[in-house]
C-alpha cells in the first residue's frame, strides 16, 4: 500500500472528515473508495472513465432497471384511467 499527500482547503477537508464519520471509516478510506468507484473496477490497466462513457453505462443501467418494469416514462393516464375502479 502506498502512502499520498493530499492538498485540500479547509471546507474540503471538513466536508471529507464529516463524510467519513457518517460512515464511521476514516477520511483515507473514503478517498480510496472515492477513487476505485471513479477508477472503475476493472483490473490494473484501468483507465479514467470519460465522461460520455459514465453517460452511457448510467444510461444503460438505467434501461436495465426499467426492462420489465411497468413503469413507463413520460406516460400521463388520462383523468378517467386514474380513476377506474
Do not use: C, I
Request: glycine share 6%; aromatic share 2%.
Amino acid at each position: 500500500m502506498r502512502t499520498v499527500n493530499l492538498t485540500l482547503d479547509d471546507a474540503l477537508w471538513r466536508e471529507a472528515r464529516l463524510a467519513a464519520a457518517e460512515r464511521d471509516e476514516s477520511v483515507s478510506a473514503l478517498m480510496r473508495e472515492a477513487l476505485r468507484q471513479m477508477l472503475g473496477s476493472g483490473g490494473r490497466d484501468r483507465t479514467l472513465e470519460s465522461e460520455e462513457q459514465r453517460d452511457q453505462r448510467e444510461r444503460e443501467q438505467l434501461a436495465d432497471l426499467l426492462q420489465g418494469s411497468q413503469l413507463v416514462l413520460g406516460f400521463q393516464p388520462t383523468r378517467e384511467k386514474t380513476h377506474e375502479r
